[in-house]
């Protein structure tokens, strides 16, 4: 059997990386916020972009909004978070009160 070198053309190879460092970032949030106390963030996406994660879907209670934002905050390598997460609840938009 005969092995021949790899040529590339004059050019290196690209090397993909398994896991990239923003796919890293939003695994650690979404594990946080899913093991974070207060906000209920099944129907909360996360998305990365450089060190900036952006949350976006809905929570049952707009208390669940700050404590989402504030979850994702504490995570390590998150410098700015921008915060989509809207509530369920028509009565929030409306200013009405809640029945009990």
Not at 10 to 17: A, F, G, K, N, Q
Not at 45 to 54: F, L, N, P
Request: proline share 9%.
């Amino acid at each position: 059997m005969v092995f021949k070198h790899q040529h590339f053309h004059e050019e290196l190879p690209e090397i993909e990386t398994e896991f990239p460092p923003q796919a890293t970032l939003e695994g650690a949030v979404s594990d946080a916020l899913a093991s974070a106390g207060g906000v209920d963030a099944s129907d909360v996406t996360v998305t990365v972009k450089g060190s900036e994660v952006t949350l976006a879907g809905m929570v049952q209670v707009p208390e669940e909004i700050g404590r989402a934002e504030e979850v994702a905050r504490g995570v390590p390598g998150v410098m700015d978070v921008r915060n989509l997460i809207r509530p369920t609840s028509p009565s929030f938009f409306n200013n009405e009160p809640r029945p009990l």
